[in-house]
C-alpha cells in the first residue's frame, strides 16, 4: 500500500466552497437576528464572560471550533471512521442514555448535558454516529439487502437512538432518523418500506383533513384494485405484498385519532395549525404567521441587511435558530431566499455526486446517509418557516445559531469528504 496521499490534491473543493459560504451567510444573518442598535452594534465584542457573550460572537467561536475539527477529521486516517464505527455509535448512545438522567432542559427538552451556559445536545452527534454505523454494517463482507436478518439489523440501528431521542420527548430530532430509509433503498432494499412510509404520512394528514374516512377507505381500495390489475401477471408474492401495503395504510387511518391523542399536546397543535393556519393566530399560529409575514414583507431584493422590521422588534420567536431563514427573507428578500436555497441545491448535488463515485459501500451508503440528512434539514426548516410543514424544532444547516448543531454538520460532511478524498486508495487493500 502506498502512503496517504495528499488531501490537497483530491479534496472536493466546490464542496468546502459551498460549506464556506454557508458559514459566513449564515454567521451574519444570526448578527441580524440579534442586531440592537443600542447594545448590539458590532459583529465582534469584546468579552469573555460566555454566558453574557452576543450570540453572533459564540457562533463566531463555534465556527472557528467547527475548522478545527474538520482538520482533525482530514489529519485522521480515512481507516479511522470504518473501524470504529461501531464504537463511536455507541459512545453517542451512551451519552444519549445519560441525557434523561442527568441532562438539563432547554426550551420544554431535556435534551442537553453540561454545565451552566456550556452544553451539547448528544442528538445532534447521533445523526453521523448512526451513519457511520449503518454505512459500517451495509459495507461488511456478504452483506446482502434482500436479507431478512440484515433488515432487521439495520431498523435496530435507527431505532436505538430514535428511541432515546424519543425519551427527551424530542420528535423532531427523532423524525430526522426516517431518512435512513433512502439509504436503504439505494442499497437494494424493496420500495415497500418507503412507499408505505410516505403512504402513511399522507394518509395520517388525510384523515385530520376529511372528516369522513369512507372517503379515504375508497380511495384507498381504489388504487390498491388498480395496482393488482396492473400487476396481475407477477408473482403471488407481490400481490401479497401489495395487499400488506393496503392493509397497513387502511390501519394507519383508523388509527390516526387514538395515535394524534397520545402526541404531546403542543405537536397537535402545531399540527392543526399547519393544516389550518388561522385556527389559533395568536398562540400556536404565531410564529407561522408571522415567519411568513416577514419573509413575504422581504419583496423582491429584500429591505436591506440590518434593516429587517420584523427581525427588530422581536415578532418572530426563536428567529436566530429553528426561524433563521425569516431573516434571509425579509432583509435579503427573494434574491438572498433563492441564493440560500441555491447552495443548499448545489451542496446536496455534490454529496449525491461524491456518494455514487465512492468505490466501498461503506462510503457509499455513508455518503447518501449524509445527503438524506442534509435534505432532511433543509427541506423541513424552510417548510416550517412557509407553513408547510409543523414546527418541530429542525435547524436550518450552517444557518442556524448552535454550536452542537454546527460541529455535527461539520463531523458529518467532512468524514465524506475524507473517505472521497482517498477513495482511489479502495481497490488497493482489498
Same mark, same amino acid.
Given at each position: 500500500?502506498?502512503?496517504?496521499?495528499?488531501?490537497?490534491?483530491?479534496?472536493?473543493?466546490?464542496?468546502?466552497?459551498?460549506?464556506?459560504?454557508?458559514?459566513?451567510?449564515?454567521?451574519?444573518?444570526? %448578527?441580524?437576528?440579534?442586531?440592537?442598535?443600542?447594545?448590539?452594534?458590532?459583529?465582534?465584542?469584546?468579552?469573555?464572560?460566555?454566558?453574557?457573550?452576543?450570540?453572533?460572537?459564540?457562533?463566531?467561536?463555534?465556527?472557528?471550533?467547527?475548522?478545527?475539527?474538520?482538520?482533525?477529521?482530514?489529519?485522521?486516517?480515512?481507516?479511522?471512521?470504518?473501524?470504529?464505527?461501531?464504537?463511536?455509535?455507541?459512545?453517542?448512545?451512551?451519552?444519549?442514555?445519560?441525557?434523561?438522567?442527568?441532562?438539563?432542559?432547554?426550551?420544554?427538552?431535556?435534551?442537553?448535558?453540561?454545565? @451552566?451556559?456550556?452544553?451539547?445536545?448528544?442528538?445532534?452527534?447521533?445523526?453521523?454516529?448512526?451513519?457511520?454505523?449503518?454505512?459500517?454494517?451495509?459495507?461488511?463482507?456478504?452483506?446482502?439487502?434482500?436479507?431478512?436478518?440484515?433488515?432487521?439489523?439495520?431498523?435496530?440501528?435507527?431505532?436505538?437512538?430514535?428511541?432515546?431521542?424519543?425519551?427527551?420527548?424530542?420528535?423532531?430530532?427523532?423524525?430526522?432518523?426516517?431518512?435512513?430509509?433512502?439509504?436503504?433503498?439505494?442499497?437494494?432494499?424493496?420500495?415497500?418500506?418507503?412507499?408505505?412510509?410516505?403512504?402513511?404520512?399522507?394518509?395520517?394528514?388525510?384523515?385530520?383533513?376529511?372528516?369522513?374516512?369512507?372517503?379515504?377507505?375508497?380511495?384507498?381500495?381504489?388504487?390498491?384494485?388498480?395496482?393488482?390489475?396492473?400487476?396481475?401477471?407477477?408473482?403471488?408474492?407481490?400481490?401479497?405484498?401489495?395487499?400488506?401495503?393496503?392493509?397497513?395504510?387502511? @390501519?394507519?387511518?383508523?388509527?390516526?385519532?387514538?395515535?394524534?391523542?397520545?402526541?404531546?399536546?403542543?405537536?397537535?397543535?402545531?399540527?392543526?395549525?399547519?393544516?389550518?393556519?388561522?385556527?389559533?393566530?395568536?398562540?400556536?399560529?404565531?410564529?407561522?404567521?408571522?415567519?411568513?409575514?416577514?419573509?413575504?414583507?422581504?419583496?423582491?431584493?429584500?429591505?436591506? %441587511?440590518?434593516?429587517?422590521?420584523?427581525?427588530?422588534?422581536?415578532?418572530?420567536?426563536?428567529?436566530?435558530?429553528?426561524?433563521?431563514?425569516?431573516?434571509?427573507?425579509?432583509?435579503?428578500?427573494?434574491?438572498?431566499?433563492?441564493?440560500?436555497?441555491?447552495?443548499?441545491?448545489?451542496?446536496?448535488?455534490?454529496?449525491?455526486?461524491?456518494?455514487?463515485?465512492?468505490?466501498?459501500?461503506?462510503?457509499?451508503?455513508?455518503?447518501?446517509?449524509?445527503?438524506?440528512?442534509?435534505?432532511?434539514?433543509?427541506?423541513?426548516?424552510?417548510?416550517?418557516?412557509?407553513?408547510?410543514?409543523?414546527?418541530?424544532?429542525?435547524?436550518?444547516?450552517?444557518?442556524?445559531?448552535?454550536?452542537?448543531?454546527?460541529?455535527? %454538520?461539520?463531523?458529518?460532511?467532512?468524514?465524506?469528504?475524507?473517505?472521497?478524498?482517498?477513495?482511489?486508495?479502495?481497490?488497493?487493500?482489498?
Amino acid at each position: 500500500m502506498r502512503n496517504e496521499i495528499s488531501i490537497s490534491n483530491k479534496m472536493d473543493w466546490a464542496t468546502v466552497a459551498i460549506y464556506m459560504a454557508m458559514l459566513l451567510f449564515g454567521w451574519l444573518n444570526i %448578527f441580524a437576528a440579534v442586531y440592537d442598535t443600542d447594545t448590539n452594534n458590532s459583529l465582534f465584542v469584546a468579552t469573555f464572560d460566555f454566558g453574557v457573550m452576543p450570540l453572533q460572537m459564540k457562533q463566531f467561536i463555534f465556527i472557528v471550533t467547527s475548522l478545527i475539527i474538520m482538520l482533525i477529521i482530514l489529519i485522521v486516517d480515512m481507516r479511522f471512521y470504518e473501524t470504529f464505527a461501531y464504537v463511536i455509535f455507541a459512545g453517542i448512545m451512551f451519552l444519549l442514555l445519560l441525557v434523561p438522567l442527568i441532562g438539563k432542559e432547554v426550551a420544554g427538552n431535556k435534551s442537553w448535558l453540561g454545565v @451552566g451556559a456550556f452544553g451539547i445536545q448528544p442528538s445532534e452527534f447521533a445523526k453521523f454516529a448512526t451513519a457511520l454505523a449503518v454505512a459500517k454494517f451495509i459495507g461488511s463482507v456478504g452483506f446482502r439487502m434482500d436479507q431478512v436478518r440484515n433488515q432487521v439489523v439495520l431498523f435496530v440501528l435507527i431505532g436505538i437512538p430514535v428511541m432515546l431521542i424519543l425519551l427527551q420527548k424530542d420528535f423532531g430530532t427523532a423524525m430526522v432518523f426516517s431518512v435512513f430509509l433512502l439509504v436503504f433503498y439505494r442499497e437494494g432494499q424493496s420500495p415497500f418500506f418507503l412507499l408505505v412510509g410516505i403512504g402513511m404520512a399522507i394518509i395520517f394528514i388525510l384523515t385530520l383533513l376529511v372528516k369522513n374516512n369512507w372517503i379515504l377507505f375508497a380511495i384507498i381500495g381504489g388504487i390498491w384494485m388498480m395496482v393488482i390489475y396492473l400487476n396481475r401477471k407477477r408473482k403471488f408474492k407481490h400481490l401479497i405484498i401489495i395487499t400488506l401495503g393496503a392493509i397497513v395504510l387502511i @390501519g394507519t387511518m383508523q388509527s390516526v385519532e387514538i395515535v394524534f391523542s397520545k402526541l404531546p399536546i403542543h405537536h397537535q397543535k402545531r399540527i392543526m395549525v399547519m393544516l389550518n393556519p388561522d385556527s389559533d393566530p395568536t398562540g400556536y399560529g404565531w410564529n407561522v404567521t408571522q415567519s411568513k409575514i416577514a419573509i413575504g414583507s422581504g419583496g423582491f431584493a429584500g429591505k436591506g %441587511f440590518l434593516n429587517g422590521t420584523q427581525t427588530k422588534f422581536d415578532f418572530v420567536p426563536e428567529q436566530s435558530t429553528d426561524f433563521i431563514f425569516c431573516t434571509i427573507g425579509e432583509e435579503h428578500g427573494w434574491l438572498g431566499s433563492l441564493l440560500v436555497v441555491g447552495l443548499f441545491m448545489g451542496l446536496l448535488t455534490r454529496l449525491l455526486f461524491i456518494a455514487e463515485r465512492q468505490k466501498s459501500r461503506f462510503a457509499r451508503s455513508y455518503g447518501y446517509a449524509v445527503a438524506s440528512i442534509f435534505f432532511f434539514h433543509f427541506a423541513v426548516n424552510i417548510g416550517m418557516t412557509l407553513g408547510l410543514f409543523p414546527v418541530i424544532g429542525i435547524p436550518l444547516p450552517f444557518f442556524s445559531y448552535g454550536g452542537s448543531s454546527l460541529w455535527a %454538520f461539520t463531523v458529518l460532511l467532512f468524514i465524506l469528504l475524507k473517505l472521497d478524498a482517498h477513495r482511489g486508495q479502495v481497490l488497493e487493500r482489498l
